[in-house]
């Protein structure tokens, strides 16, 4: 039997996002893999399920899956895509709690939650001071998945960032951001994403990185963050909230062949 996928990306961090509301998903790690394998597969940064919720605030429950088979606790622009795809303004089960969303012509907004500051909340193998870590004096802050963010060039994120995901100070592996400060509202990003490698854009990423360059002092709460396709809008609100702000573009969709899968399987 076919199954249908629909492609989009948020600021060039893309997805495959399969629906499996009124039928089952059946994913295994290897076809995870594969599907989010560029040659072989549809290709993808992280691929996301929608299924029917089991909180009844909840519009829709939502899961995010990594190019090597785990699963992230949450993905600021896989998010955007999502409140896109599906009708009004849906409140997103995932495991970082209830997401609500808000649509303003062609950008969607996503509440992402407060940030976890905590060093066993990131987490963190011992206890330090997460705004000051001792690994190239990063802040670190969990926006439902673990991040660091480190205040030096951008480019270092391809020498780096595949070296600190695993670091010992990250029992669960880490999203390492990059972050050049422009001004006090105007932050450059690259981040190396865990299980994923280098992407295009990283939503909660840009999340962690104002918190964290406001926790310094050396930003607003309320940013411009750039990454190589465009900008997102982050605001760390009053109440603790982080809102961000950004565009999503649907891709196409499509099905894929009953042949395909069946070989996928039958590798496994």
């Not at 390492?176 to 990423?205: P, Q, Y």
């Not at 840009?206 to 997102?232: I, P």
Request: charged share 15%; net charge negative.
């Amino acid at each position: 039997m076919s199954v249908s996928f629909t492609k989009m990306h948020g600021l060039g961090n893309d997805f495959i996002i399969l629906d499996g509301r009124t039928a089952p998903l059946t994913l295994s790690s290897a076809l995870i893999t594969q599907l989010c394998n560029r040659r072989t597969g549809i290709g993808c940064d992280q691929l996301v399920t929608l299924t029917p919720p089991t909180q009844e605030e909840a519009d829709v429950l939502v899961r995010f899956f990594n190019p090597d088979g785990s699963e992230a606790g949450a993905c600021g622009n896989a998010s955007r895509c999502v409140a896109s795809l599906l009708d009004n303004e849906p409140v997103l089960q995932t495991q970082n709690g209830l997401l609500p969303t808000y649509k303003q012509g062609d950008l969607i907004s996503v509440l992402m939650g407060a940030p976890k500051l905590n060093w066993q909340d990131v987490p963190l193998a011992h206890a330090c001071d997460t705004a000051h870590l001792p690994l190239y004096d990063a802040a670190a802050c969990s926006m439902g998945n673990p991040h660091a963010t480190l205040f030096r060039p951008i480019e270092d994120a391809a020498t780096l960032g595949s070296t600190l995901e695993c670091d010992p100070l990250f029992p669960e592996r880490a999203n390492i951001g990059f972050a050049d400060i422009l001004s006090r509202s105007h932050i450059r990003l690259r981040v190396w994403e865990r299980g994923a490698g280098l992407t295009l854009a990283c939503g909660s990423g840009a999340c962690a990185a104002v918190v964290n360059a406001a926790r310094r002092g050396l930003v607003e709460r309320t940013c411009t963050v750039t990454m190589e396709c465009g900008d997102l809008t982050i605001t760390w609100q009053d109440d603790d909230n982080v809102l961000m702000t950004g565009p999503a573009q649907h891709v196409f969709t499509g099905k894929l062949a009953a042949s395909w899968l069946a070989n996928v399987e039958t590798a496994a």
